[in-house]
């Protein structure tokens, strides 16, 4: 494609969706794409041409007239307004921002913009009052669809204030939507391509699923005995992983999880090994906490080496674990939830339970754990869906699309 310039935007370089988001667009480059990354937070990278938004901080004036009630900074603003709604233990997002994201040089010379998860980063106001190419929109979860919230989970345990906020800042987004900018939206998991094509902002726009992407050169099988010794492991034992960037989110199953994982058939053959920040009060069961590993070559090092990966989570996207377990050769025992089960080829890759419960969790990992499978059919099957790759080709297409129209 080489001289029409794509600018991929994301808040974050990290976390599922930052990670997501910046493999593509290494993966677009190394298709011959001029793709340019904009993020709210990270390194700039001159190399990958990769940005950073400056950061722009509450005035010292600015929270000198917060404190008698005279707001000017949106962050101060929705800190406020999350306290009046009562839902600060709720990830919530306004749609105003202090980030001058449309002002940056690479938005004003993009062909087309590619957002991916911009919480706080993103004015709606400006995206449609001054943005004048395609957009491509790559959710990674429910908040441009939504209100205020990201998952419905949240929405059903906020509080009501925050419940009629969410169904206002919904018919606000729609207005401002009237414009001639139609953005085509990519969901990396068809179960949230249909909760968008259902929802009130998004139900009448072009929607393509594209799973997320990996590198297969680094997420791919490793010799285990290698690959426990690198961690400390024990090499004769079976060992489950879960991962999370928040092992104690409510979200991501931490409840289901520690029922699921009380099983006498776990306490005395496996032993349990846990990636991210926190703590899991595990009782008679051996516990390996790694923490958090920010490095993908010893990620794809720690699949390898353990026998099964459990995703608990009681409503999720397309969680990258899942994928870069496979591409590893590693199986994944999933709840129904979201798009979880989309990956997994029951039998061949893992099993999915049959409900979003600590039982039915527990049912399909005593069931995994019996199961002959095999880690070299598992690693390859993924590895044709989701090298990087094949997915930046459907990107790239995607864009080739979208510049004829506008030419």
């Given at each position: 494609?080489?001289d029409?310039?794509?600018?991929?935007?994301?808040?974050?370089?990290?976390?599922g969706?930052g990670?997501?988001?910046?493999?593509l667009?290494?993966?677009?480059r190394?298709?011959?794409?001029?793709s340019r990354f904009?993020s709210?937070?990270g390194q700039p990278d001159?190399r990958w041409?990769?940005?950073?938004?400056s950061?722009?901080?509450?005035?010292?004036?600015?929270?000198?007239?917060g404190?008698?009630?005279?707001?000017?900074?949106?962050?101060?603003l929705?800190?406020k307004?999350t306290?009046?709604?009562?839902?600060?233990?709720?990830?919530?997002?306004?749609?105003?921002?202090?980030?001058?994201?449309i002002?940056?040089?690479?938005?004003?010379d993009?062909?087309?913009?590619n957002?991916h998860?911009?919480?706080?980063?993103l004015?709606w106001?400006?995206?449609?009052?001054?943005?004048?190419?395609?957009?491509v929109?790559?959710?990674?979860?429910m908040?441009?669809f939504?209100?205020?919230f990201?998952?419905e989970?949240?929405r059903?345990?906020?509080?009501?204030?925050?419940?009629?906020?969410?169904?206002?800042?919904?018919?606000e987004?729609?207005?401002?939507m009237q414009s001639d900018?139609?953005?085509?939206?990519v969901?990396?998991?068809?179960?949230?391509?249909?909760?968008?094509v259902?929802?009130?902002?998004f139900?009448g726009?072009?929607h393509?699923?594209?799973a997320?992407g990996?590198?297969?050169a680094i997420?791919?099988?490793?010799p285990?005995?290698?690959?426990?010794?690198?961690?400390g492991?024990?090499?004769?034992k079976?060992l489950?992983?879960?991962?999370?960037e928040?092992?104690?989110?409510?979200?991501k199953g931490?409840g289901l999880?520690?029922?699921?994982l009380r099983l006498?058939?776990?306490?005395?053959?496996?032993?349990?090994?846990a990636v991210?920040?926190?703590?899991?009060?595990?009782?008679?069961?051996?516990?390996?906490?790694?923490g958090?590993?920010?490095?993908?070559?010893l990620?794809g090092?720690l699949?390898?080496?353990?026998d099964?990966?459990v995703?608990?989570?009681r409503?999720?996207n397309?969680?990258n674990?899942?994928?870069?377990?496979l591409?590893c050769?590693?199986p994944?025992?999933g709840?129904p939830?979201?798009g979880i089960?989309e990956p997994i080829v029951?039998?061949?890759?893992?099993l999915v339970?049959?409900?979003v419960?600590?039982e039915?969790?527990?049912?399909?990992?005593?069931?995994a754990?019996?199961?002959p499978f095999v880690?070299?059919k598992?690693?390859?099957?993924?590895?044709a869906?989701?090298?990087?790759?094949v997915?930046?080709r459907r990107?790239?297409?995607?864009?080739?699309?979208l510049?004829k129209?506008?030419?």
């Amino acid at each position: 494609m080489g001289d029409p310039k794509i600018v991929q935007v994301s808040t974050n370089q990290s976390g599922g969706a930052g990670i997501a988001a910046l493999r593509l667009h290494r993966g677009l480059r190394m298709e011959g794409v001029h793709s340019r990354f904009l993020s709210g937070l990270g390194q700039p990278d001159s190399r990958w041409e990769v940005d950073v938004l400056s950061k722009r901080y509450p005035r010292f004036w600015e929270r000198a007239l917060g404190k008698v009630g005279v707001h000017r900074s949106q962050q101060i603003l929705w800190e406020k307004e999350t306290c009046r709604l009562g839902c600060q233990d709720i990830f919530t997002t306004s749609i105003e921002s202090d980030a001058k994201l449309i002002d940056h040089a690479w938005m004003q010379d993009a062909d087309i913009i590619n957002l991916h998860w911009v919480s706080g980063i993103l004015s709606w106001k400006e995206l449609f009052k001054r943005c004048r190419v395609p957009i491509v929109w790559t959710l990674h979860d429910m908040n441009a669809f939504m209100g205020i919230f990201h998952y419905e989970f949240d929405r059903q345990r906020g509080s009501h204030a925050s419940q009629v906020k969410d169904a206002d800042v919904i018919r606000e987004k729609i207005q401002l939507m009237q414009s001639d900018i139609k953005p085509v939206i990519v969901t990396p998991s068809r179960w949230l391509k249909d909760q968008s094509v259902a929802s009130e902002l998004f139900w009448g726009l072009r929607h393509e699923v594209i799973a997320n992407g990996l590198d297969t050169a680094i997420f791919k099988p490793y010799p285990q005995r290698f690959a426990r010794t690198v961690f400390g492991l024990n090499p004769d034992k079976k060992l489950l992983l879960v991962v999370a960037e928040r092992l104690a989110d409510q979200r991501k199953g931490f409840g289901l999880l520690l029922q699921a994982l009380r099983l006498p058939e776990l306490q005395r053959n496996w032993e349990i090994v846990a990636v991210g920040d926190g703590e899991l009060p595990l009782e008679n069961l051996q516990y390996h906490r790694v923490g958090a590993i920010n490095d993908e070559r010893l990620m794809g090092l720690l699949y390898s080496a353990v026998d099964l990966v459990v995703i608990a989570s009681r409503e999720d996207n397309l969680p990258n674990v899942i994928l870069e377990s496979l591409c590893c050769g590693t199986p994944v025992v999933g709840t129904p939830a979201g798009g979880i089960p989309e990956p997994i080829v029951p039998a061949r890759d893992g099993l999915v339970a049959k409900a979003v419960t600590g039982e039915a969790l527990s049912a399909a990992i005593r069931q995994a754990i019996e199961m002959p499978f095999v880690r070299e059919k598992i690693a390859a099957e993924a590895a044709a869906r989701y090298d990087l790759s094949v997915v930046s080709r459907r990107y790239r297409q995607l864009y080739e699309e979208l510049l004829k129209v506008t030419l």
